[in-house]
């Protein structure tokens, strides 16, 4: 990314790259959850891997049950990832002594984490009724009918501390997460831009799914922590911390990678995705408001 670009078209590029990231990889996303919340009725896994959850996904909900719960990230993905991407533009702009400077790699490290404190605002509501819709599991007396009915229940359950339920944990992965998913998008376009000064659309593929699957290296065990949390009963877990014991009591370090191969298969494409998008938007920025 270009150093001197203003945190008002991060803002905007972001919100467009963040639509990208959800339609491509949302299908994914929803085998992810299920694999790390399933359980059958004598608590062993509802789904031995990844191809038997989809095929099972795809004969009893069809086509559509892989977009489940879409409805809460689409909606709030725009801001999420625009605040996001202005975090990381504001991130960078707090370390710059001038416009152009070119930030190191711990620098960039800390205005990605920067952007992950940003978001957790939206993303931990959303996140939890993300994950709650996921996890109906295509059932005839389903809980939840929505977005807008699950945040009415919640709200009446426990009021906004239910809908912010897992907050601790949505920070614990968001922040080194995003730390090393646009430390490791710059890095990887400067290192091609030595060999290409113009780059090129693989070039941002490339550097987008890279950063993507970085992201999740880091952001893997608390993701399944977070999940865990957000999904389950109420008084189940005490928190953050109680959710790790007994996940290690019960499944060993293994469970903390639960869903890991639908993450990583999706790791690649939807954030591949999310930087076309993001930079697809900054080039119709700078050509439509260059002084923007």
Known sequence: MAENVSPIKYFLSGGVGGIFTVITGHPLDTI???????????????YTGTWDCT????TNEG??????????????????????FLGFGLGKRLQQTSKDQQLTALQLFNAGAFSGVCTTVIMAPGERIKCLLQVQ????????????????????????????????????????ASGM???????????????DKKLSLLSTIFAGGCA??????????????????????????????????????????????????????????????????FELAIKILNFAAPNL
């Open 63 to 84: 086509f559509r049950g892989f977009y489940k719960g879409m409805g809460a990230p689409l909606c709030g993905v725009a801001p999420i990832f625009a605040i996001s």
């Open 137 to 176: 599991h295509g059932q005839e007396n389903v809980k939840y009918n929505g977005p807008v009915d699950c945040i009415k229940q919640l709200h009446k359950e426990g009021g906004m501390r239910s809908i912010y339920k897992g907050t601790a944990a949505t920070l614990l992965r968001d922040v080194p």
């Open 181 to 195: 998913y646009f430390m490791t998008y710059d890095l990887i376009q400067r290192l091609l831009a030595k060999e």
């Open 212 to 277: 993507g699957i970085a992201n999740w290296i880091v952001g893997m065990p608390p993701d399944v922590i977070k999940s865990r949390l957000q999904t389950a009963p109420e008084g189940m877990y005490k928190g953050v911390g109680d959710v790790f014991r007994q996940l290690i009591a019960t499944e060993g370090i293994r469970g903390l990678y639960k869903g890991v191969t639908p993450v990583m298969l999706r790791a690649f494409p939807a954030n591949a995705a999310c930087f076309l998008g």
């Open 32 to 46: 992810k959850v299920r694999l790390q919340t399933a359980t059958g009725a004598n608590g062993a896994p509802l």
């Open 55 to 58: 095929k099972k996904i795809w």
